[in-house]
């Protein structure tokens, strides 16, 4: 059974820096075409694409957010992580992770809450 959970600090200060984990078990995320992706859900908004990282450890980022974003592989533990930099209340949001075997997201974290504030 394939399982991501997503951990990481439920609330970060305005231009500090977002680091979220996620960790997958049942599915190696150097599996060859294997994608892992970050999307969010602000309040009251719908999911927003945020980037994604390949097995191979390529990154595409949302134009959005590519300036403020890092997407890195863990391949010691089986995790991928997301950073962003310089957040701002906007930034404020259930963050999720998700796996696509190139067909289209099939397994997604039950996701976490980061809020900004000071």
């Known amino acids: 059974q394939v399982r991501l959970q997503e951990s990481g600090p439920g609330l970060v200060k305005p231009s500090q820096t977002l680091s979220l984990t996620c960790t997958v078990s049942g599915s190696s995320i150097t599996a060859t075409y294997f994608y892992w992706h970050w999307i969010r859900q602000s309040p009251g908004k719908g999911l927003e694409w945020i980037g994604m990282i390949s097995y191979s450890g390529d990154v595409y980022a949302s134009p959005a957010l590519k300036n403020r974003t890092t997407i890195s592989l863990d391949t010691s533990t089986n995790q991928f992580t997301l950073q962003v930099n310089s957040v701002t209340p906007e930034d404020t949001a259930v963050y999720f992770c998700?796996?696509?075997?190139?067909?289209?997201?099939?397994?997604w974290g039950r996701g976490t809450q980061v809020t900004v504030s000071s």
């Open positions: 998700a796996r696509d075997p190139t067909s289209g997201l099939d397994t």
